[in-house]
């Protein structure tokens, strides 16, 4: 036995037992360390190997925006779709019916001037070629406006686009 052990093996010295500690934790933390940087690689191999096994296989695929069941939604996006101002279109039928696809306006009918009807108060004299079942059915009228308004690259057929600034 060395002086630094008694009997039964077990240090004698302060020193000595503070130096095996300090010995101890430097040899985890350096074989942690390596632990860490080496499974690093490791899990980074692996994992990456499952990610490409799972990964979809490139498909080129368009997607259509699902058409829309709500009344305005369905409106603004068909509208939208026409390239033409979601916004504008808002403002045109909200001043003209206020969101009602059964309004009927008789007020220009006694002056000769026909009736606006529906969402769109399309005008019985001055859009002839719309019919009256079209104009109250509001996916029928939005198209119709729709045709009107690139017709006439504004919304002039509308009194509400001078009301709302469009004009």
């Given at each position: 036995?060395n002086?630094?052990?008694?009997?039964?093996?077990?240090?004698?010295?302060r020193?000595?037992?503070?130096?095996?500690?300090?010995?101890?934790?430097?040899?985890?933390?350096?074989?942690?360390?390596?632990?860490?940087?080496?499974?690093?690689?490791?899990?980074?191999?692996?994992?990456?190997?499952?990610?490409?096994?799972?990964?979809?296989?490139?498909?080129?695929?368009?997607?259509?925006?699902?058409?829309?069941?709500?009344?305005?939604?369905?409106?603004?996006?068909?509208?939208?779709?026409?390239?033409?101002?979601?916004?504008?279109?808002?403002?045109?039928?909200?001043?003209?019916?206020?969101?009602?696809?059964?309004?009927?306006?008789?007020?220009?009918?006694?002056?000769?001037?026909?009736?606006?009807?529906?969402?769109?108060?399309?005008?019985?004299?001055?859009?002839?070629?719309?019919?009256?079942?079209?104009?109250?059915?509001?996916?029928?009228?939005?198209?119709?406006?729709?045709?009107?308004?690139?017709?006439?690259?504004?919304?002039?057929?509308?009194?509400?686009?001078?009301?709302?600034?469009?004009?």
């Open positions: 036995m002086n630094l052990h008694d009997v039964r093996g077990r240090f004698t010295s020193k000595a037992k503070i130096r095996l500690w300090v010995v101890s934790i430097l040899f985890i933390a350096i074989t942690l360390t390596l632990a860490v940087i080496g499974g690093q690689e490791v899990y980074l191999t692996a994992s990456q190997r499952v990610k490409d096994f799972f990964a979809p296989k490139v498909q080129t695929v368009v997607a259509e925006t699902p058409e829309p069941t709500d009344m305005k939604d369905w409106v603004l996006w068909k509208v939208g779709q026409a390239g033409i101002d979601k916004y504008e279109a808002y403002a045109i039928v909200n001043c003209e019916s206020r969101w009602n696809s059964e309004a009927i306006n008789h007020a220009n009918a006694n002056g000769g001037n026909g009736t606006d009807l529906g969402l769109w108060q399309i005008n019985t004299k001055y859009q002839p070629q719309v019919k009256l079942s079209c104009s109250l059915d509001w996916k029928c009228s939005t198209e119709e406006a729709i045709k009107i308004y690139k017709k006439r690259g504004n919304w002039s057929a509308w009194t509400c686009a001078s009301i709302v600034g469009l004009k």
